[in-house]
């Protein structure tokens, strides 16, 4: 079978039986919450200032931010950040887990959450979602480490709460583009970063929602071509006991 359509399918099937999990829906926010900060982080290299990161209970966020008014490649910059850092973010979880570095990927997430906490987000649904997720992190690390029987139930807690965030996180960081696609047929104004970018470089939503789309379904393809294959058993567990 194509491996295109095995990514399809694939996805398919995780959005579907991920929408089961109780609580899965508190992580969907991952991919909100990294998508803006790749705003953030655009600006802040392009000189700008970030205002504030607002993160909302629907999983949609946005990030108030100024940059110079005749940065209009800068601007065009940031639009493209977002989902473009949640795509590949997503791809790099999938390459810590094949590698074994399920704590380093899950300090990267921590790290992201509690930047955003000092820096980004002071108020509202999205700072305790934030302090939530940092606190439920923490506590996952603390019994992966752990030695002897203990420490081995924590391992597997740790590996299944990992692969539930990397799925989740991949889930939406490559479907949600296609919801730009959606509007840009329906209402082109509201199609988001792709409407940002038609404003700046003439291109109209619609080119760049494909893009965006694209380039999250490639970086999906790696990340489950990771995920498929496995975790190396030639080599000894870095981070399990």
Same mark, same amino acid.
């Given at each position: 079978?194509?491996?295109?359509?095995?990514?399809?399918?694939?996805?398919?099937?995780?959005?579907?039986?991920?929408?089961?999990?109780?609580?899965?829906?508190?992580?969907?926010?991952?991919?909100?919450?990294?998508?803006?900060?790749?705003?953030?982080?655009?600006?802040?290299?392009?000189?700008?200032?970030?205002?504030?990161?607002?993160?909302?209970?629907?999983?949609?966020?946005?990030?108030?931010?100024?940059?110079?008014?005749?940065?209009?490649? *800068?601007? $065009? !910059?940031?639009?493209?950040?977002?989902?473009?850092?949640? +795509? &590949? %973010?997503?791809? /790099? @979880? #999938?390459?810590?887990?094949?590698?074994?570095?399920?704590?380093?990927?899950?300090?990267?997430?921590?790290?992201?959450?509690?930047?955003?906490?000092?820096?980004?987000?002071?108020?509202?649904?999205?700072?305790?979602?934030?302090?939530?997720?940092?606190?439920?992190?923490?506590?996952?690390?603390?019994?992966?480490?752990?030695?002897?029987?203990?420490?081995?139930?924590?391992?597997?807690?740790?590996?299944?709460?990992?692969?539930?965030?990397?799925?989740?996180?991949?889930?939406?960081?490559?479907?949600?583009?296609?919801?730009?696609?959606?509007?840009?047929?329906?209402?082109?104004?509201?199609? *988001?970063? $792709? !409407?940002?970018?038609?404003?700046?470089?003439?291109?109209? +939503? &619609? %080119?760049?929602? /494909? @893009? #965006?789309?694209?380039?999250?379904?490639?970086?999906?393809?790696?990340?489950?071509?990771?995920?498929?294959?496995?975790?190396?058993?030639?080599?000894?567990?870095?981070?399990?006991?």
């Amino acid at each position: 079978m194509n491996k295109w359509i095995k990514t399809l399918l694939f996805l398919a099937g995780s959005a579907f039986l991920t929408r089961f999990i109780p609580f899965a829906s508190f992580f969907r926010n991952l991919d909100t919450m990294i998508h803006e900060f790749g705003h953030a982080m655009a600006t802040l290299l392009l000189s700008g200032r970030v205002l504030r990161i607002d993160l909302n209970p629907d999983h949609s966020g946005v990030t108030y931010s100024t940059i110079p008014a005749s940065s209009t490649w *800068g601007m $065009a !910059a940031v639009s493209l950040a977002g989902y473009v850092t949640a +795509a &590949l %973010v997503s791809l /790099l @979880l #999938f390459y810590f887990y094949h590698k074994r570095y399920l704590k380093t990927g899950l300090l990267l997430i921590t790290a992201v959450a509690l930047v955003s906490v000092i820096f980004f987000v002071h108020q509202g649904f999205g700072l305790w979602w934030l302090l939530g997720l940092i606190l439920l992190n923490i506590v996952i690390l603390y019994a992966g480490t752990r030695s002897g029987k203990t420490g081995r139930y924590g391992g597997l807690l740790l590996k299944g709460y990992y692969l539930l965030i990397a799925f989740l996180t991949l889930e939406e960081a490559a479907l949600s583009p296609l919801v730009l696609v959606v509007y840009s047929f329906t209402d082109p104004a509201a199609a *988001g970063d $792709a !409407a940002n970018l038609a404003r700046v470089t003439a291109v109209p +939503a &619609l %080119v760049w929602s /494909l @893009l #965006f789309t694209a380039f999250s379904f490639y970086c999906a393809k790696l990340s489950l071509g990771w995920f498929m294959k496995g975790r190396p058993a030639s080599r000894p567990d870095r981070e399990l006991p």
